[in-house]
Nanobody, 124 residues
């Protein structure tokens, strides 16, 4: 079992920044993918960014390219999502997810464990 806890969400004005954290605990050895997804009211959950913990590659949805950046602190088993130049359309609940199996990083079906989510609200 893997337990994920997100933090760092909040209310920010358009153009501002937030850094989300995802702390993993439990059976984290052998994690293959860690990712962020988000779900806005009335919309489906969508891929934001992911990191391949084995090969080190990072992947971003087009909506976040150039604005979002992933980093990982292996010693703390924590994944960070730095979000800059935030827009009102970034408003959503952001979820962290992980899996020990290879799969499509952009598909939520590839992930086995999910956090409870953290709310990000960007005001115009």
């Amino acid at each position: 079992q893997v337990h994920l806890v997100e933090s760092g969400g909040g209310l920010v004005q358009a153009g501002g920044s937030l850094r989300l954290s995802c702390a993993a605990s439990g059976r984290t050895f052998g994690t293959y993918l860690m990712g962020w997804f988000r779900q806005a009211p009335g919309k489906e959950r969508e891929f934001v960014a992911a990191i391949n913990c084995i090969r080190g590659g990072t992947y971003y949805a087009d909506s976040g390219k150039g604005r979002f950046n992933l980093s990982r602190d292996n010693a703390k088993n924590t994944l960070y999502l730095q979000m800059n130049s935030l827009k009102p359309e970034d408003t959503a609940v952001y979820y962290c997810a992980t899996t020990s199996y290879s799969g499509s990083y952009y598909s939520q079906d590839a992930y086995d464990y999910w956090g409870q989510g953290t709310q990000v609200t960007v005001s115009s």
